[in-house]
Nanobody, 124 residues
Framework: QVQVVESGGGLVQAGGSLRLSCTAS????????VAWFRQTPGKEREAVSC????????YYSDSVKGRFTINRDNAKNTLYLQMNNLNSDDTAMYYC?????????????????WGQGTQVTVSS
């Protein structure tokens, strides 16, 4: 059984930083692109950052480019998201996903194993 577990969310002041972590079990982690998504009430879940299997290719949404950094440690079955210079627009539930189906270089994919999410709240 695949399990994806996020950690590291919390309350932070605007301009601050957080580091999210995600571990996956029940699958061969290194065989999957992995991704961070986020969602706020009433809105669709959106891809924030995604990374290919080797870690050498990444994607960032325009809203986080230059502030967030994604990386992975395949030896530890762990994905990270370093979030700097946070603002109130970053407040959301953040989800980690192992990507089951993707097309071309879009590693965020269209079918996923999901975690339960970790809440990030940025106070202004």
């Amino acid at each position: 059984q695949v399990q994806v577990v996020e950690s590291g969310g919390g309350l932070v002041q605007a301009g601050g930083s957080l580091r999210l972590s995600c571990t996956a079990s029940g699958l061969t982690f290194a065989n999957y692109p992995v991704a961070w998504f986020r969602q706020t009430p009433g809105k669709e879940r959106e891809a924030v950052s995604c990374i290919n299997r080797s870690g050498r290719s990444t994607y960032y949404s325009d809203s986080v480019k230059g502030r967030f950094t994604i990386n992975r440690d395949n030896a530890k079955n762990t994905l990270y998201l370093q979030m700097n210079n946070l603002n109130s627009d970053d407040t959301a539930m953040y989800y980690c996903a192992a990507v089951r189906i993707y097309t071309g270089d879009y590693y965020c994919g269209r079918d996923h194993y999901w975690g339960q999410g970790t809440q990030v709240t940025v106070s202004s």
